[in-house]
T-cell receptor, first 116, second 113 residues
């Protein structure tokens, strides 16, 4: 079946602009995660959704970052007033149940964000 | 929070040799221990994982061993092939915290012909 998909694959924007990154999880997966991966580093957790609600947003770096998942499927990560330091690959992952389970997290291909 | 270190940061082996990557973590509550493989420009993919009630798990050429007392677990790859060349990340996790993964610093494995 289809895996996790993310759009756009690449996004170039100017400092101060607003961007939206989209994630389509695997159908039926209730848990959805956003991570950010800077060059040469491992992915860093941003936010985790269980269904429609953000169960843990402790990884969001500041209030310029926000994410939604209104119908418990597609999620959008929103970044306001982008800064050059926001440049990274934004990865989305989904798992069947999430919560206190050891479900495998399946990653999308990522969106490479470049802030000029 | 979890402090995760991987050693070595780079590893170069000859095709057919074995490779071992060690992951050390700080949170004694961690109970799930996956390894992810990430090829250049690609997404991370789970290659093997182990739960805290198991000491070792093997899947063909790949194995993971866990020492909970010492808080480290290792990835073992035998009979390495060029397609094993990638960056490998460990991600020790406490599932009671929502299963968010805390990734290590990564190990660049290069398998030379």
């Amino acid at each position: 079946g289809a895996g996790v998909s993310q759009t756009p694959s690449n996004k170039v924007t100017e400092k101060g602009k607003y961007v939206e990154l989209r994630c389509d999880p695997i159908s039926g997966h209730t848990a959805l995660y956003w991570y950010r991966q800077s060059l040469g580093q491992g992915p860093e957790f941003l936010i985790y959704f269980q269904g429609t609600g953000a169960a843990d947003d402790s990884g969001l770096p500041n209030d310029r970052f926000f994410a939604v998942r209104p119908e418990g499927s597609v999620s959008t990560l929103k970044i306001q007033r982008t800064e050059r330091g926001d440049s990274a690959v934004y990865l989305c992952a989904s798992s069947l149940k999430g919560g206190a389970t050891t479900d495998t997290q399946y990653f999308g291909p990522g969106t490479r964000l470049t802030v000029l | 929070g979890e402090n995760v270190e991987q050693h070595p940061s780079t590893l170069s082996v000859q095709e057919g040799d074995s490779a071992v990557i060690k992951c050390t973590y700080s949170d004694s509550a961690s109970n799930y221990f996956p390894w992810y493989k990430q090829e250049l420009g690609k997404r991370p993919q789970l290659i093997i994982d182990i739960r805290s009630n198991v000491g070792e798990k093997k899947d063909q050429r790949i194995a993971v061993t866990l020492n909970k007392t010492a808080k480290h677990f290792s990835l073992h790859i035998t009979e390495t092939q060029p397609e094993d060349s990638a960056v490998y990340f460990c991600a020790p996790t406490f599932t009671g915290g929502g299963n968010k993964l805390t990734f290590g610093t990564g190990t660049q494995l290069k398998v030379e012909l």
